[in-house]
C-alpha cells in the first residue's frame, strides 16, 4: 500500500512534491509542507528525501504521531532494497514548478507574486492553459476583470473545449454585471462538464442578475443536487425565492384596473390562501382566494391561485372558468393560455385546447413552459413529429427542464429508439428524483430492450412514488 493511502491530516488536498517545494520556500516553518512532500516522494521512490523531509516535519511538531508512523515506514522501505532516484526539486526553469509556486504564492495570499510566477510560466510556454487560468483567477480577485477575461479567452482560442477557462471568464463577467455573456459562458462550461455544482451556482447567479429568478431557482436546485452541502445555493435560492414573490406582487399590482391597485385586504385574504395552499388545505386556500376576488374583482393573481386548485381537485370546469377570467383581466400573457388548454384538453375540447396552446407559443416564444405544455398535448394525441419538435425547443431555451427529457424520451420510445429514450429518462430522473411517471416510462423502455429486472424495478419505484 503507498504511503500515501494513510489517513491525512487535515483538510488540505494533496500537491505534486513541486507544488510542496514552493510552499515550503514561501513558508519553511509548515511541518504539514515538509510532511506532504515527504509522502509524495516516497510513494516516486524517493525514500532518502521522503526520510529527510519527515525529520524536518518532526523537528517542526514533534507531537504529531504521523510524521514519526511515515518515517518508520518510509524506513524500513528503504532497507527492503528500494533505490532512490532523483529528487524533485524545484527548477525555476521548469514550468510545472514555475505554476506550483505561483498557485502557493496565491494561496498566501500574495497575488502580485503569484502573477509574476505565472506570467514566467506563460513565457516559458505560451500555450500552458493552466498558467493563464492561473493567473486570471488571481486578476478577478484583484478586479482586473478585463485582463483576466483577456487570459481566459487565450485558453479558450487554445483549448475551446477547457471547462475551467468558460467558468472563469463567466465569472469575471459576473464581475463586470454582464449577466448575458456569464450565462453563455457558464452554460458552455455545463455542456463540458454538466456534474460541477459551482457552475450551477454561477449561472443561477447570473440569472438571479438579470430578474430570471425561476431559471436562478432551477439552477441553484441543481448546484443543491449535486452538492447539498453547498450553502451558497441555499441561501442563493432563498433570495430567488423572495424576490419572485415579491416580483409577482409588484406584477399584480401593475395589472391592476384603473381604479387602483388591490386593496390591503385583498392582499391580506389572498396572503391567507396561499399559506394554506402551502400546507395543502386546498378548501381554504379556495376560500381566501374567493374573499381576495370579491373585494377585489381584478385580482388577476387570485383567480389563477384558485384555478390551479381547481386543477388540483379534478374541477377542470371551475379551472377553465378561472383561467379564462384572468386571461380576460390581462389577455397577453402567454403561460395562462397553455394553462387553460391542458384543462381543456382534460375536458376533451381538443379544438380548444390547441388553440389555447398556439396563442401562448406566439405571446410567450422564448418560454420552455409554453413550448412543454404544447409537447405534452400534442404527446397525448399522438402527434409525435410536432411533440418532439417541441421538446427539442424546451431543451433549447432551457437544457435543465425535466419535462424537457421526460418528452423527448417518450417520444424516443414510440420511435424504438431504446437508447435515446434511456438517455433522456435518465437525464429526467437525475433532475427530478421523486418524478413517478419518468421511472415508469423507462420501466416500459426497459420491458422493450428485455431487461426485465430493470423493468421491475423502475416499476416498483413508480408504484412507490404514486403511493406516497
Do not use: C
Request: hydrophobic content about 40%; overall charge positive; cysteine-free.
Amino acid at each position: 500500500m503507498p504511503i500515501s493511502a494513510w489517513a491525512w491530516p487535515g483538510t488540505r488536498r494533496a500537491m505534486p512534491a513541486t507544488a510542496y517545494s514552493a510552499a515550503i520556500e514561501i513558508d519553511p516553518k509548515d511541518a504539514l509542507n515538509y510532511y506532504g512532500r515527504g509522502i509524495e516522494r516516497a510513494d516516486s521512490k524517493d525514500y532518502e528525501g521522503a526520510i529527510a523531509d519527515f525529520d524536518q516535519a518532526i523537528r517542526l511538531n514533534p507531537d504529531n504521531p504521523d510524521y514519526a508512523t511515515a518515517r518508520e515506514a518510509t524506513v524500513a522501505a528503504l532497507k527492503k532494497g528500494g533505490a532512490a532516484p532523483d529528487a524533485v526539486g524545484s527548477d525555476p526553469k521548469n514550468v510545472k514548478t514555475v505554476i506550483d509556486r505561483g498557485d502557493a504564492f496565491y494561496k498566501k495570499g500574495k497575488y502580485d507574486r503569484a502573477i509574476a510566477e505565472y506570467s514566467r510560466a506563460i513565457a516559458l510556454d505560451p500555450k500552458r492553459a493552466s498558467a493563464f487560468i492561473g493567473r486570471g483567477i488571481v486578476l478577478v480577485d484583484k478586479g482586473k476583470y478585463d485582463a483576466a477575461i483577456d487570459d481566459y479567452s487565450k485558453v479558450i482560442a487554445l483549448y475551446p473545449t477547457n471547462h475551467d477557462a468558460y467558468l472563469g471568464r463567466a465569472v469575471a463577467w459576473t464581475k463586470k454585471k454582464e449577466a448575458d455573456r456569464a450565462i453563455a459562458d457558464f452554460s458552455r462550461a455545463i455542456e463540458i462538464d454538466a456534474g460541477y455544482a459551482p457552475t450551477y451556482f454561477g449561472r443561477g447567479s447570473a440569472w438571479f442578475a438579470r430578474g430570471d429568478f425561476d431559471k436562478a431557482i432551477a439552477d441553484y436546485d441543481q448546484a443543491l443536487k449535486l452538492d447539498p452541502k453547498m450553502s451558497l445555493a441555499r441561501k442563493g435560492r432563498k433570495l430567488a425565492l423572495a424576490a419572485r414573490a415579491k416580483t409577482a406582487a409588484k406584477i399584480a399590482g401593475q395589472q391592476a384596473t384603473p381604479a387602483g391597485s388591490a386593496p390591503p385586504a385583498a392582499w391580506a385574504a389572498f396572503n391567507r390562501g396561499r399559506a394554506l395552499d402551502n400546507k395543502n388545505d386546498y378548501d381554504g386556500a379556495i376560500a381566501q382566494y374567493g374573499r381576495a376576488i370579491a373585494l377585489f374583482p381584478t385580482f388577476r393573481d387570485a383567480y389563477v391561485a384558485r384555478a390551479f386548485l381547481w386543477e388540483t381537485k379534478g374541477d377542470y370546469t371551475r379551472a377553465v372558468a378561472d383561467f379564462s377570467q384572468a386571461i380576460a383581466i390581462n389577455p397577453d400573457i402567454g403561460v395562462t393560455y397553455s394553462d387553460r388548454g391542458r384543462n381543456l384538453s382534460y375536458q376533451g375540447d381538443y379544438d380548444g385546447a390547441s388553440a389555447d396552446y398556439e396563442k401562448a407559443v406566439r405571446l410567450d416564444p422564448t418560454n420552455p413552459r409554453t413550448y412543454a405544455g404544447r409537447g405534452t398535448f400534442r404527446m397525448k394525441r399522438h402527434e409525435d413529429t410536432g411533440a418532439l419538435s417541441d421538446f427539442e425547443t424546451v431543451l433549447r431555451l432551457d437544457r435543465n427542464n425535466v419535462f424537457g427529457y421526460f418528452g423527448r424520451g417518450t417520444i424516443r420510445a414510440r420511435k424504438a429508439d431504446y437508447d435515446g429514450a434511456i438517455a433522456d429518462l435518465n437525464q429526467a430522473i437525475k433532475l427530478r428524483r421523486n418524478f413517478a411517471a419518468a421511472y415508469k416510462s423507462r420501466s416500459e423502455v426497459w420491458e422493450a430492450k428485455g431487461d426485465r429486472k430493470r423493468a421491475e424495478a423502475d416499476q416498483k419505484r413508480a408504484l412507490r412514488l404514486w403511493a406516497e
